[in-house]
T-cell receptor
Framework: AQSVTQLDSHVSVSEGTPVLLRCNYS??????LFWYVQHPNKGLQLLLKYTSAATLVKGINGFEAEFKKSETSFHLTKPSAHMSDAAEYFCVVREDNYGQNFVFGPGTRLSVLP | EAGVAQSPRYKIIEKRQSVAFWCNPISGHATLYWYQQILGQGPKLLIQFQNNGVVDDSQLPKDRFSAERLKGVDSTLKIQPAKLEDSAVYLC????????????FGDGTRLSIL
């Protein structure tokens, strides 16, 4: 069975500085991996997805993530944080087998300080 | 395209009462999901439909929760009777059929049990 660990429950950065949100996964099969963002009182929005193509994935709003199989990691980065990036971020894993279950990590709350 | 529509946005009921949530997925999306998101946690899958058939309901508390998608489009999720621990946001998501298709989420229904 697959699982997801998000190593930080809360990350705080200053506006204009880099963002790093960490995600590690476990999976018995070749996984698909996703990052979603959730602003307060809103549903989740897809930032990017990895599906066994290029290991460096570019998403919306300047975010990108790198799939590292040897480290079972899929960390999310952005070169320069903006105030509007403050939100909850979820790493999601889905195994590429018959099962279609998406498993969400517990989330990382990103705060951006002026 | 129109997004996933959910109603109501907020609902407050007393324990032991019943409640129902409605979801209208994106047009043409065969797969529909209901998630429960407890405060401070990632979403947990309750049930997944493919058209009007259930794919996975292994985490649905069937003694009190029920869901249907009779015509393969709209879906309703019902809780009867509600317990205090059911206080959560209930998210509906939809996707096109096929592996690795991202889910599109509605804004959710926030349920408070008194």
């Amino acid at each position: 069975a697959q699982s997801v660990t998000q190593l930080d429950s809360h990350v705080s950065v200053s506006e204009g500085t880099p963002v790093l949100l960490r995600c590690n996964y476990s999976s018995s099969y070749s996984p698909s991996l996703f990052w979603y963002v959730q602003h307060p009182n809103k549903g989740l929005q897809l930032l990017l997805k990895y599906t066994s193509a290029a290991t460096l994935v570019k998403g919306i709003n300047g975010f990108e993530a790198e799939f590292k199989k040897s480290e079972t990691s899929f960390h999310l980065t952005k070169p320069s944080a903006h105030m509007s990036d403050a939100a909850e971020y979820f790493c999601v894993v889905r195994e590429d087998n018959y099962g279609q279950n998406f498993v969400f990590g517990p989330g990382t709350r990103l705060s951006v300080l002026p | 395209e129109a997004g996933v529509a959910q109603s109501p946005r907020y609902k407050i009921i007393e324990k032991r009462q019943s409640v129902a949530f409605w979801c209208n997925p994106i047009s043409g999306h065969a797969t529909l999901y209901w998630y429960q998101q407890i405060l401070g946690q990632g979403p947990k899958l309750l049930i997944q439909f493919q058209n009007n058939g259930v794919v996975d309901d292994s985490q649905l508390p069937k003694d009190r929760f029920s869901a249907e998608r009779l015509k393969g489009v709209d879906s309703t999720l019902k809780i009867q009777p509600a317990k205090l621990e059911d206080s959560a946001v209930y998210l509906c998501a939809s996707s096109t059929q096929g592996a690795n298709q991202p889910q599109h989420f509605g804004d959710g229904t926030r349920l408070s049990i008194l």
